[in-house]
């Protein structure tokens, strides 16, 4: 799995720079700044696995687009975030303890997206939009919500260590790619997007000696982007 997503990182970067180095057919200079904001339906993949139910958590940040060139039909640039993202994981327990437990995980995130649009050019009108590229994460702070009394001696599959287990590593990274429609209008861009981040790190240590082989973060967002632009 890690030599798969060696290939689609390196299929990212190449992706990445093609508004430096192909033929530029017809140079743009938009530079744009705005605010996002959205939510998360996240969860980790465990091995030993854990079932689990989406935890929905807030995002939101700032971001920043240029965009470069009109390559053929395909309006190509860059476009790099800052966010807070909530992520973690809200565990399905199925015996007969009545328990509950999530684990929410404030991150900062960095995003560095590949930006490609199809549509209207110059002025006012419709786009739709692929954002693809790397992310990186950094844990902020977690937080443990369960029930009053709890009986993790009661699970069938006798996976309990997460229980007491604190992330252990704080810097995260994956790959994460949305779609979406941009509507430019007199008072700056409105876009709705909807996006998927695939972890490829983990925030327990996973060497031979420790309980989890993989934990993972995977979510899928939906957010609403408004921008205004700097220059055109």
Known sequence: MKRQAIVILAAICCLLSIPVHAQLQDQRHNFSVGVNGGVNLSSVSFDPSIKQNNLIGPEFGVTLRYVSEKYFKMIC??????????????????????DSYQRAM???????????????DKGYGVRFVVNLGPQVGFLLSEKTTQSAEFHPEMRPNGVTAQYDMPAEVKFDYGLIGGVGLEIRTGIGSFLAEGRYYFGLSDFYNSTKKDYFSRSAHSYIGARITYLFDITK
């Open 106 to 120: 404030n991150y900062l995130e960095i995003p560095i997206l590949a930006h490609l649009a199809f549509g209207k």
């Open 77 to 98: 640039g860059i476009q790099m975030e800052i966010n807070y993202s909530q992520r973690g994981w809200k565990e399905k327990i199925e015996d007969e303890s009545g």
